[in-house]
């Protein structure tokens, strides 16, 4: 979709589930959104506002509204600065640093926000859903530093940019520029928010950031999977292997299902052609145990989902205020476990995949075991062959991206610290287990990427070398997107173009690969 196209279709916010699916639509541009004018919906988020209001009247103590922060909740506020404390609350929180998340990383942490608050159990107005909503549909995004949060309570400092965004405070980005949000809401026409009791703490005491970033990781590492097992086909192809190793029945007998699905795709890509007399009895296990390797990512893939979901159709900030029974429930829901565990638990499956794929890349250019590829897959024959280094560099790179990615798998979520005058004690790291996450992808495409290059090449002289090669039509219309990105390389030649061209495919899913 070019910048100028409209959306295809409407998201309405409300008391519904939301989707990852939802969430990258909204955060790639790909719909336009708007806030439900169901008065239902309206009344139960209404009631909430409402019934502070009826509590503050009545001399009610409620955390963070009659009291400070934190540690500080043993301060009582009075009712003359109270209405002063929510702007308090995302001044002080105002020291953010390290690089500002992205757009599409911003629009998904205000989508999780937005989403969680809209269930009602927030008590914040409708006014505040409405201000919120009106920024992502003219996509004026806060500026939002991605350091500074331990994951509980909740991700307070980058949500108080935000929050400070919506009242007229701080940096946003708008139309790719960088300017005051002042200038920015007075140019759209809105009205910088007023904040109303509990209205601070609703916006920053959650877990949105951390959640809109695993959801884009979730889509990211579902493209990875299918990359890799495509790869791993055409890594197959060129180093003349037995693609019996992904036989129907071998697998049916250690039944994960997502394993068995890797090999499916490996057999539908392969082809029972290939499976024929003289092959070695036995691939090396990268190619051989691919399936149980990108297997474990998509045997995991279901339940990260589920609790990605879970996290973002929650209600949790604190306190959460139950109108309906007339109740002020005082918890810690805005404790970012399980996203952290998940986010722990994807970027190991994706640094193995990396992993996996650097070993590919090893045996692919090393004359000993591609079974009488060239060289580290040079394609240069002419008088000046010797002098041609083919992929050498590329997979000392591979090395270099795979290496970094494996670092990384460090669980952030075990690194706890007691925090904020010892009341945040036991805190879940999940934003830096997120943005870590994050970066083990960036790496693990730049990964994908090289060795996209390295199949492409490998399979092309394989053919060259053979008329006995025949490929699926899946593989043949990979191979031939791949020649007419970047073409095979016939002499040496600087492949950092190639890379950033293939990661911009990568990035926007650009090859239709399995169903």
């Not at 009291?67 to 301060?75: F, I, L, M, N």
């Not at 209205?199 to 990359?227: D, H, K, P």
Request: aromatic share 6%; net charge negative.
């Amino acid at each position: 979709m070019t910048h100028t196209d409209p959306p295809a279709r409407t998201f309405t916010f409300d008391t519904s589930k939301v989707h990852i699916e939802d969430v990258i639509a909204i955060a790639m541009r790909r719909v336009n959104v708007q806030l439900s004018d169901s008065s239902a919906f309206r009344e139960t988020v209404t009631s909430g506002a409402e019934f502070i209001d009826q509590l503050l009247e009545k001399n009610g103590e409620i955390y963070g509204v009659t009291t400070g922060y934190g540690d500080s909740c043993t301060v009582s506020i009075s009712a003359e600065l109270s209405a002063q404390l929510p702007h308090r609350l995302y001044t002080f929180h105002g020291c953010g640093l390290g690089a500002m998340l992205t757009p599409e990383q911003t629009r998904a942490a205000m989508v999780a926000r937005l989403t969680s608050l809209c269930k009602g159990w927030s008590g914040v107005s409708v006014g505040l859903l409405e201000q919120l909503t009106r920024f992502l549909q003219l996509d004026i995004l806060p500026m939002i530093p991605s350091e500074g949060s331990v994951g509980a309570s909740g991700d307070l400092t980058p949500l108080s940019y935000l929050a400070a965004a919506l009242c007229g405070e701080r940096e946003v980005w708008r139309d790719g520029n960088a300017i005051d949000a002042a200038v920015a809401l007075a140019e759209a026409g809105i009205t910088p928010l007023k904040l109303r009791p509990k209205e601070g703490l609703a916006i920053m005491n959650g877990t949105a950031v951390m959640t809109g970033l695993a959801c884009l990781a979730w889509a990211r590492a579902a493209y990875v999977m299918q990359l890799a097992t495509r790869i791993t086909a055409m890594a197959s192809v060129a180093l003349d292997g037995n693609a019996a190793h992904f036989d129907a029945t071998l697998f049916s007998v250690k039944p994960h299902v997502g394993q068995q699905q890797i090999a499916a795709w490996l057999r539908s890509d392969l082809g029972a052609a290939v499976a024929r007399e003289g092959k070695r009895l036995q691939d090396r296990y990268s190619i051989r145990c691919a399936p149980h390797v990108i297997g474990v990512l998509a045997d995991a893939m279901p339940w990260f989902k589920n609790w990605i979901e879970n996290e973002l159709n929650s209600v949790n900030d604190n306190p959460v205020i139950d109108a309906k029974h007339g109740q002020v429930l005082h918890g810690g829901h805005f404790y970012g476990g399980h996203i952290a565990f998940v986010m722990d638990s994807m970027k190991t499956a994706i640094a193995n995949i990396a992993d996996l794929l650097d070993r590919q890349m090893a045996l692919l250019v090393d004359t000993r075991y591609n079974h009488g590829l060239p060289a580290n897959l040079s394609g240069a024959t002419d008088a000046e062959a010797s002098i041609n280094h083919g992929l050498k560099a590329l997979q000392i790179s591979v090395s270099a991206w795979a290496a970094e990615a494996l670092k990384l798998t460090m669980p952030a979520s075990v690194f706890s610290r007691s925090t904020e005058c010892h009341n945040q004690d036991k805190v879940s790291m999940g934003t830096i287990a997120a943005r870590d996450c994050l970066r083990v992808l960036d790496l693990t495409e730049q990964v994908v990427a090289a060795l996209l290059i390295a199949v492409m090449q490998g399979v092309g002289l394989r053919q060259t070398q053979s008329d006995g090669v025949s490929l699926t039509p899946a593989l043949e219309n990979m191979l031939a997107s791949l020649k007419e990105q970047i073409g095979m390389i016939s002499e040496d030649r600087r492949l950092d173009q190639d890379l950033h061209k293939l990661l911009a495919k990568i990035r926007a899913e650009a090859w239709a690969l399995y169903e």
